[in-house]
Structure formats: C-alpha cells, structure tokens
C-alpha cells in the first residue's frame, strides 16, 4: 500500500495503474489465510492438543497461553488479566484457536488408556508371532 500512493500520483498509467490496485487484494488474502486456513488454525489448537495429551509440561503452557495473545504482542502481566471480551475482539484470539481440554482432548474420553491397549497389543502379538516362528 505505501507503494501505491506515490505511483498513483500519476507517475504510471494504463494497466499498470489497474495493477497497483489489485496488489491491495495480496495482503487481505494471506491475512485470511494465515489467520483461517493453514496459519494459526493449524498451529494453535493441535499443538496445545498434544501437549495435554502428551503431559508435556501441560501446567506452564497452559499459563503461557493465557499469557500471551496469539497474534498482536501486548505486554503479558495485562494481557492475563484482560476479559475474554477484549482478547476476542480486539486481540483477535477467536474461539478457533483456544484449546479446551474439556471439548478437544481425547485424554478424557480413554485415548491414553487406549493407546497405551493398543500399543500392548501390537507388542504381545508381535512377541508371540516370533516364539511361534521360532518354533517352526
């Protein structure tokens, strides 16, 4: 945009003037992208996800999150304290992005326990399969 204005003074013509004004689309549409489509969507969620699961020091990023906007740096000591309210409007923190253990861990619904089956499981059958080959 700071490129436009002095060219659009009159300094290019024909097409290219059309031109300058199309180059205004570009950074509406990677804003979009990043912030709905493969940037933060992508980021967010899933990587709080498989901290919870994972038991990855859950307790500090969880204070680290509620610390720390996603997107426009503010100072974090206000930040923390700020109503939902504000973070969604004006900080752009949209339910999209927040991790809620509650709703979108599968922790709660048996997925450790059911990892942990499945993955004895495979071991027991992988461990009887070589006895029973090493019987032949």
Do not use: C
Not at 51 to 74: G, H
Not at 83 to 110: M, N
């Amino acid at each position: 945009m700071i490129a436009v204005s002095p060219a659009a003074d009159g300094y290019v013509g024909g097409q290219a003037y059309k031109a300058l004004y199309a180059t205004i689309v570009g950074p509406f549409f990677l804003t979009i992208l990043l912030m709905f489509v493969s940037g933060l969507t992508l980021s967010e969620r899933p990587g709080a996800k498989k901290r919870y699961e994972n038991d990855t020091n859950w307790e500090a990023y969880e204070r680290y999150l509620k610390r720390t906007s996603i997107l426009i740096p503010f100072p974090p000591q206000i930040y923390e304290r700020m109503p939902v309210f504000l973070k969604r409007t004006v900080f752009l923190e949209f339910p999209i992005y927040v991790f809620d253990p509650a709703k979108h861990s599968d922790v709660g619904r048996g997925g450790r326990q059911r990892a942990a089956e499945e993955g004895a499981g495979r071991g027991a059958s992988n461990s009887d399969d070589g006895l029973v080959a090493g019987n032949r």
